[in-house]
């Protein structure tokens, strides 16, 4: 961030600094070790679910599709930022592991291991300034995003595997999602990318003036 800053006071480059909070969505892999996959692993297996610590800390849970049109209008902004992307609903572990169970079909079943030392008790963002400076704010409510996942890791067959695969995702055809060009997708799990404020042609133009 602050490089990124540096070149922009200096430099006069166009940048934006974003702060991506948890997000999730299909296409995650089973074996990373987040709690999302890795909940809806073990509830599909019909494993119990582990939970480190007490699972009264709360996480906040924003889906790709929604961190992806913040990102969007974070660069076709002004806005140099830094601002947090994600959701501020927060819930507790063991919250959302009864959903995730739920969606499985399956009791909660649950194994409590220690905390690790850097686990935070609290995890959600201010997304004052991305509401008031791009309009923006999450719209998938939680529960619609655990199904669009979990009904993902099902008919990838990851749940078990542990694998990562392409597939087809709310409309987006990821099988060859190498190389992909974001502004050649008319739409990405219901949003409407031609009805951004800048054309295509301006936003290749703004993302070849961005510094990687």
């Keep these: 961030?602050?490089?990124?800053?540096?070149?922009?006071?200096?430099?006069?480059?166009?940048?934006?600094?974003?702060?991506?909070?948890?997000?999730?969505?299909p296409r995650m892999r089973?074996?990373?070790?987040?709690?999302?996959?890795?909940?809806?692993?073990?509830?599909?297996?019909g494993q119990p679910l582990t939970i480190t610590g007490s699972g009264l800390q709360t996480r906040s849970l924003c889906y790709v599709s929604?961190?992806?049109?913040?990102?969007?209008?974070?660069?076709?902004?002004g806005e140099a930022g830094p601002v947090n992307l994600g959701?501020?609903?927060?819930?507790n572990v063991i919250e959302l592991?009864?959903?995730?169970?739920?969606?499985?079909?399956?009791?909660?079943?649950?194994?409590?291991?220690?905390?690790?030392?850097?686990?935070?008790?609290?995890?959600?963002?201010?997304?004052?300034?991305a509401r008031q400076r791009l309009g923006w704010s999450p719209t998938v409510p939680i529960a619609e995003g655990l199904r669009r996942t979990m009904d993902w890791f099902r008919v990838s067959g990851l749940?078990?595997?542990?694998?990562?695969?392409?597939?087809?995702?709310?409309?987006?055809d990821t099988t060859d999602i190498d190389g992909l060009d974001i502004t050649e997708i008319d739409d990405i799990d219901g949003i409407d990318l031609a009805k951004l404020?800048?054309?295509?042609?301006?936003?290749?133009?703004?993302?070849?003036?961005r510094v990687p």
């Design 97 to 129: 592991a009864e959903q995730i169970s739920q969606l499985a079909g399956r009791a909660l079943t649950v194994t409590f291991t220690p905390s690790p030392e850097d686990d935070p008790l609290r995890r959600c963002p201010d997304i004052t300034l």
């Design 1 to 25: 961030e602050a490089l990124t800053s540096a070149y922009r006071r200096t430099h006069g480059v166009d940048t934006a600094i974003a702060r991506i909070f948890n997000t999730y969505g």
């Design 66 to 77: 929604d961190t992806v049109a913040g990102l969007l209008a974070l660069a076709r902004s």
């Design 87 to 91: 959701n501020p609903h927060e819930q």
């Design 30 to 45: 089973a074996d990373d070790g987040r709690l999302v996959p890795t909940f809806i692993r073990q509830a599909l297996a």
């Design 197 to 209: 404020t800048e054309s295509r042609s301006d936003a290749r133009t703004r993302h070849q003036r």
């Design 159 to 172: 749940a078990t595997s542990g694998r990562n695969a392409a597939g087809r995702i709310e409309g987006l």
